[in-house]
């Protein structure tokens, strides 16, 4: 599966982005999806995860009630709306896949079990 993730911007404090994630190769209907960020010299975080038929989502702790993970399986693509912006939220973002069984753990984002990954869109928050 190849990733190309879009929508990221500079934004101001408050404010809003949607970040898309489009997937080529095979149908997202087969995976779980998720969203990380990462800032340099830090280890990359878990923001959100969606399953395949955006029946189960979890959330980072940092974003819950400000982010909200959907996908679009018939376009093959995922998206991340971020409401209520804060600086903190600066980094670069990245889409990922992994088996629909990751999906059904009740918490986490085992960063090992994405097996694919984009190359990220810069998200940045003053």
């Known amino acids: 599966v190849q990733l190309v993730e879009s929508g990221g911007a500079s934004a101001q404090a408050g404010g809003s982005l949607r970040l898309s994630c489009v997937a080529s190769?095979?149908?997202?209907?087969?995976?779980?999806m998720g969203w990380f960020r990462q800032i340099p010299d830090e280890e990359r975080e878990g923001v959100a995860r969606n399953a395949i038929n955006n029946e189960r989502t979890y959330y980072a702790d940092s974003v819950k009630g400000r982010f909200t993970v959907s996908r679009d399986n018939a376009k093959n693509m995922i998206y991340l709306q971020m409401n209520d912006l804060r600086p903190e939220d600066t980094a670069m973002y990245y889409c990922?896949?992994?088996?629909?069984?990751?999906?059904?753990?009740?918490?986490?984002?085992?960063?090992?079990?994405?097996?694919?990954w984009g190359q990220g869109t810069q998200v940045t928050v003053s």
């Open positions: 190769g095979d149908t997202i209907g087969r995976y779980c």
């Open positions: 990922a896949a992994a088996p629909a069984w990751i999906c059904k753990q009740d918490v986490g984002f085992p960063e090992k079990d994405f097996y694919y």
